[in-house]
């Protein structure tokens, strides 16, 4: 099992170096998220009529 999770730790280790790398990463990646969720909601709202705004 150790040698399964050795490289998951170092680059674990990796990224501690550098928070403001591993915060630019989580901030990138929760606006594609944000991107992604808008659009299927507004394809719901579409698809059921509902569109307030």
Not at 17 to 32: I, N
Not at 43 to 52: F, T
Request: aromatic share 6%.
């Amino acid at each position: 099992m150790d040698g399964v999770l050795a490289p998951i730790r170092n680059r674990r280790l990796e990224y501690a170096k550098d928070m403001g790398a591993v915060a630019e990463m989580l901030k990138v990646g929760s606006q594609k998220a944000n991107e992604v969720a808008n659009q299927t909601l507004q394809e719901v709202r579409d698809a059921i009529g509902v569109n307030y705004f």
